[in-house]
């Protein structure tokens, strides 16, 4: 049957629709993972160990045991071993994703403060709390370390990072011959606080068994990624285990692995024989769900006097757990932003007793395009170019690290777009003082990977009799918009007013996708939908075609067009029936189309980018060393955009997250005890509304044929790349300071 593809006038995909899950979320009608309410609900707390390194040489539960309301306490002496931990592999595999390869209470050994020894399990979570206060600990401590000041010479060069799927040295070209033959050299280091996600939802899991079956609620980036984790760690079928997780309270990277707390919750609820909710303080969710790993970056430029680049190296040092080679892959966007014949980036890493470090938004971009955006900005200033400028002379046409041509690209456009609505002429003039607050103005460039996944994605798609549609697929929406972006591209295939149509999403019985990682969500869930819809469609229209009681009986397939949610002729738009029309004379409850999309590869013959431009104006009060950001402008080519407000605000959102980053985020690791210092929303400082300037978003349309059907590149990370670059250059800018150290503190500016 034909492919009908004139349903222009029901274009649902793009507009700005309100979130269709806007009302519950401000109403309290939605139901997080930690409010799961359940028969006979019982409670865990966790307990976490209070030095970096060593062995537990005694736990004494007695007096926890014996509190009131306590039904258990599981130490190392008396959880199940897991059946077997499975490989470290990014959640956006399918596979089994756990957050490290260590589970914790195998043993007595203790590799990091905040590992958990201990679950408390009572009948009200108040004394569980109160009785994991009374859980006896003590340590045989041992040497740690725990800040890369401290284990500098101890550095190593690991063969892959980021999970085995990121090459620990990539080298391309000649970069000696490159940096002998520049005649301009630059090499600047560059500092970053390690940082904490901080999603207002801590993490939580509630776990049920029913016989040999388990029910997990879980807050998670990936139902799936749960459900594949958990199995593994209890050696059960997976196909015994379904999870679900609704809403999820904003997740930024640390609900895409799977921590060891939904296995622990599962392992509790077994063992007392009734359900189980363990839900993580703000305090644990600083040891128990990974972070942004401190780093320092070094980067070597050479370029000849027009600003042309003739080398490009990029070294990271930072710390990884002592059992996982992780760091967030910051060179492998920063090696494809620029046309550069000789490359050379290599990784890192020191064993530290902390966590192993995870994703967290922008994982690598927001770091590795900060130091590239403030090198460039320094060779500009080398050479008295414009940094605008010295962009577009090292514009790369095809992808540098393969040669291959990007799928789709529209960054000359953000450059233009950008600077035009950002005013970036006035750069151009000397920068001007407003009372104490000197002025500058600054910009980077910015760019995102496309992650295709790597497997089929799934979706299933029902039209009712009533004339309501569902469509369903197991991603979670964690904040992102995509339930009602997967309903609107849903309607509009359909040919159905959004009003008519519910998307479902959040549960492994439903088709499976990959968890939602990388900024892939939007693209590869609506290929998924898509191809449903399309799929129910078809069906009918085939249906209606074949049955003599239609009046578009023995019409032309291709004569048949979706209008004002009904099948027509196309040259008669006042001909035809509805679906609901159609089945109810044929006393069919609904009907129903699955539909799968099978992605790209990761070889692929494309570089897959989403590209952007960073603009930022600050105030500097140089003797109070404050720093105010008064506009940020970014100009991005995300593709196809679904929904343009939700889109707008994930857009916005990265930027301010790049704000964050370049003022106040930083998770402060206190050396000598091994602990973070601020664990907490009191002291880890996240921007608030009062913080927010004026942020402007102008989209760039541009066309891909390769990431997925639809053409989404993806929004939900590249507001952040080049943000903080963009502030930093402006502060130096105004005042002449380079700060190469992030976040930028009042004592780094005084
Ligand atoms: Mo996102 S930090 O890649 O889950």
Same mark, same amino acid.
């Given at each position: 049957?034909?492919?009908?593809?004139?349903?222009?006038?029901?274009?649902?995909?793009?507009?700005?629709?309100?979130?269709?899950?806007?009302?519950?979320?401000?109403?309290?009608?939605?139901?997080?993972?930690?409010?799961?309410?359940?028969?006979?609900?019982?409670?865990?707390?966790?307990?976490?160990?209070?030095?970096?390194?060593?062995?537990?040489?005694?736990?004494?539960?007695?007096?926890?045991?014996?509190?009131?309301?306590?039904?258990?306490?599981?130490?190392?002496?008396?959880?199940?071993?897991?059946?077997?931990?499975?490989?470290?592999?990014?959640?956006?595999?399918?596979?089994?994703?756990?957050?490290?390869?260590?589970?914790?209470?195998?043993?007595?050994?203790?590799?990091?403060?905040?590992?958990?020894?201990?679950?408390?399990?009572?009948?009200?979570?108040?004394?569980?709390?109160?009785?994991?206060?009374?859980?006896?600990?003590?340590?045989?401590?041992?040497?740690?370390?725990?800040?890369?000041?401290?284990?500098?010479?101890?550095?190593?060069?690991?063969?892959?990072?980021?999970?085995?799927?990121?090459?620990?040295?990539?080298?391309?070209?000649?970069?000696?011959?490159?940096?002998?033959?520049?005649?301009?050299?630059?090499?600047?280091?560059?500092?970053?606080?390690?940082?904490?996600?901080?999603?207002?939802?801590?993490?939580?899991?509630?776990?049920?068994?029913?016989?040999?079956?388990?029910?997990?609620?879980?807050?998670?980036?990936?139902?799936?990624?749960?459900?594949?984790?958990?199995?593994?760690?209890?050696?059960?079928?997976?196909?015994?285990?379904?999870?679900?997780?609704?809403?999820?309270?904003?997740?930024?990277?640390?609900?895409?692995?799977?921590?060891?707390?939904?296995?622990?919750?599962?392992?509790?609820?077994?063992?007392?024989?009734?359900?189980?909710?363990?839900?993580?303080?703000?305090?644990?969710?600083?040891?128990?769900?990974?972070?942004?790993?401190?780093?320092?970056?070094?980067?070597?430029?050479?370029?000849?006097?027009?600003?042309?680049?003739?080398?490009?190296?990029?070294?990271?040092?930072?710390?990884?757990?002592?059992?996982?080679?992780?760091?967030?892959?910051?060179?492998?966007?920063?090696?494809?932003?620029?046309?550069?014949?000789?490359?050379?980036?290599?990784?890192?890493?020191?064993?530290?007793?902390?966590?192993?470090?995870?994703?967290?938004?922008?994982?690598?971009?927001?770091?590795?395009?900060?130091?590239?955006?403030?090198?460039?900005?320094?060779?500009?200033?080398?050479?008295?170019?414009?940094?605008?400028?010295?962009?577009?002379?090292?514009?790369?046409?095809?992808?540098?690290?393969?040669?291959?041509?990007?799928?789709?690209?529209?960054?000359?456009?953000?450059?233009?777009?950008?600077?035009?609505?950002?005013?970036?002429?006035?750069?151009?003039?000397?920068?001007?003082?407003?009372?104490?607050?000197?002025?500058?103005?600054?910009?980077?460039?910015?760019?995102?990977?496309?992650?295709?996944?790597?497997?089929?994605?799934?979706?299933?798609?029902?039209?009712?009799?009533?004339?309501?549609?569902? &469509?369903? +697929? =197991? @991603?979670?929406?964690? %904040?992102?918009?995509?339930?009602? /972006?997967?309903?609107?591209? $849903? *309607?509009? #295939? !359909?040919?159905?007013?959004?009003?008519?149509?519910?998307?479902?999403?959040?549960?492994?019985?439903?088709?499976? &996708?990959? +968890? =939602? @990682?990388?900024?892939? %969500?939007?693209?590869?869930?609506? /290929?998924?939908?898509?191809? $449903? *819809?399309? #799929? !129910?469609?078809?069906?009918?229209?085939?249906?209606?075609?074949?049955?003599?009681?239609?009046?578009?009986?023995?019409?032309?397939?291709?004569?048949?067009?979706?209008?004002?949610?009904?099948?027509?002729?196309?040259?008669?738009?006042?001909?035809?029936?509805?679906?609901?029309?159609?089945?109810?004379?044929?006393?069919?409850?609904?009907?129903?189309?699955?539909?799968?999309?099978?992605?790209?590869?990761?070889?692929?013959?494309?570089?897959?980018?989403?590209?952007?431009?960073?603009?930022?104006?600050?105030?500097?009060?140089?003797?109070?060393?404050?720093?105010?950001?008064?506009?940020?402008?970014?100009?991005?080519?995300?593709?196809?955009?679904?929904?343009?407000?939700?889109?707008?605000?994930?857009?916005?959102?990265?930027?301010?997250?790049?704000?964050?980053?370049?003022?106040?985020?930083?998770?402060?690791?206190?050396?000598?005890?091994?602990?973070?210092?601020?664990?907490?929303?009191?002291?880890?400082?996240?921007?608030?509304?009062?913080?927010?300037?004026?942020?402007?978003?102008?989209?760039?349309?541009?066309?891909?044929?390769?990431?997925?059907?639809?053409?989404?590149?993806?929004?939900?990370?590249?507001?952040?790349?080049?943000?903080?670059?963009?502030?930093?250059?402006?502060?130096?800018?105004?005042?002449?300071?380079?700060?190469?150290?992030?976040?930028?503190?009042?004592?780094?500016?005084?």
């Amino acid at each position: 049957m034909s492919t009908v593809t004139d349903y222009t006038a029901d274009t649902a995909i793009g507009q700005p629709l309100d979130r269709v899950d806007g009302r519950p979320k401000v109403t309290g009608g939605a139901r997080y993972t930690a409010e799961t309410a359940l028969p006979g609900l019982t409670h865990a707390v966790l307990v976490g160990a209070r030095v970096p390194s060593g062995r537990i040489t005694t736990i004494d539960t007695g007096e926890a045991e014996a509190a009131d309301g306590v039904l258990a306490v599981l130490t190392h002496a008396n959880l199940p071993k897991i059946a077997a931990q499975p490989p470290l592999v990014p959640s956006l595999a399918g596979a089994a994703a756990p957050g490290e390869t260590f589970f914790p209470m195998q043993d007595d050994t203790v590799h990091y403060a905040g590992q958990h020894v201990a679950v408390v399990i009572a009948d009200t979570y108040e004394r569980a709390l109160y009785a994991a206060h009374l859980v006896k600990i003590s340590y045989a401590e041992s040497e740690s370390v725990t800040v890369l000041d401290q284990a500098r010479d101890q550095a190593y060069e690991p063969e892959a990072i980021f999970g085995g799927f990121v090459p620990g040295r990539v080298e391309r070209g000649d970069v000696r011959a490159g940096l002998e033959k520049a005649e301009i050299q630059l090499e600047a280091t560059y500092t970053f606080a390690a940082n904490h996600h901080n999603a207002i939802e801590t993490s939580a899991t509630t776990a049920q068994w029913d016989g040999d079956q388990l029910t997990l609620h879980d807050a998670t980036q990936g139902v799936t990624a749960t459900q594949h984790t958990v199995a593994a760690l209890l050696g059960i079928p997976h196909s015994k285990i379904r999870v679900i997780g609704h809403y999820v309270g904003g997740s930024f990277g640390g609900k895409a692995m799977v921590w060891h707390h939904s296995a622990l919750a599962a392992l509790a609820a077994r063992h007392v024989g009734r359900p189980v909710r363990l839900a993580l303080t703000r305090e644990q969710m600083f040891t128990s769900c990974g972070h942004r790993e401190e780093q320092e970056q070094q980067i070597t430029l050479g370029a000849d006097h027009d600003g042309r680049l003739t080398a490009l190296r990029h070294h990271k040092l930072s710390p990884t757990s002592h059992f996982d080679h992780w760091a967030e892959p910051s060179l492998g966007v920063a090696e494809r932003m620029y046309a550069c014949d000789n490359y050379e980036g290599v990784y890192r890493l020191i064993r530290a007793n902390t966590m192993t470090p995870t994703f967290m938004r922008c994982p690598g971009e927001a770091t590795g395009l900060f130091a590239l955006e403030c090198a460039m900005d320094e060779l500009a200033e080398r050479l008295s170019r414009d940094p605008l400028d010295l962009r577009l002379r090292n514009f790369a046409e095809v992808d540098p690290s393969t040669g291959n041509p990007w799928s789709s690209h529209g960054l000359k456009e953000c450059y233009q777009r950008g600077a035009e609505r950002f005013g970036w002429e006035r750069r151009a003039h000397p920068p001007v003082r407003d009372g104490n607050w000197m002025i500058g103005l600054g910009m980077a460039a910015s760019a995102y990977p496309v992650y295709p996944p790597s497997n089929p994605q799934r979706a299933r798609a029902r039209v009712y009799a009533d004339g309501t549609a569902v &469509v369903q +697929a =197991a @991603v979670s929406d964690f %904040g992102t918009g995509v339930t009602t /972006a997967m309903t609107q591209v $849903a *309607a509009e #295939a !359909l040919g159905l007013p959004v009003e008519q149509v519910r998307f479902e999403g959040g549960d492994t019985d439903l088709p499976n &996708v990959a +968890a =939602a @990682v990388g900024s892939s %969500g939007a693209g590869m869930i609506s /290929a998924a939908v898509h191809s $449903a *819809a399309i #799929a !129910l469609r078809d069906q009918l229209i085939a249906q209606a075609l074949a049955d003599p009681g239609s009046p578009l009986h023995g019409a032309a397939p291709d004569a048949v067009i979706l209008r004002g949610g009904r099948m027509v002729l196309r040259d008669r738009p006042d001909s035809g029936e509805s679906y609901a029309e159609m089945l109810r004379r044929n006393f069919q409850p609904d009907a129903e189309a699955s539909g799968a999309w099978s992605p790209p590869g990761r070889d692929a013959p494309y570089g897959m980018l989403t590209f952007g431009a960073q603009f930022a104006e600050v105030a500097v009060d140089p003797g109070l060393g404050l720093v105010r950001v008064r506009r940020m402008t970014g100009a991005f080519a995300p593709g196809r955009v679904l929904n343009a407000k939700t889109a707008r605000s994930q857009l916005m959102g990265g930027m301010l997250w790049g704000l964050s980053q370049a003022l106040l985020e930083a998770s402060v690791m206190e050396a000598r005890t091994g602990r973070w210092a601020n664990a907490s929303l009191g002291e880890y400082l996240v921007p608030v509304n009062a913080d927010a300037p004026e942020v402007e978003v102008e989209l760039v349309e541009v066309t891909d044929s390769v990431v997925n059907p639809l053409g989404v590149k993806g929004v939900g990370e590249i507001g952040q790349a080049g943000a903080a670059a963009a502030i930093a250059n402006a502060v130096h800018h105004a005042t002449g300071r380079r700060i190469r150290q992030l976040p930028i503190t009042i004592e780094s500016l005084l």
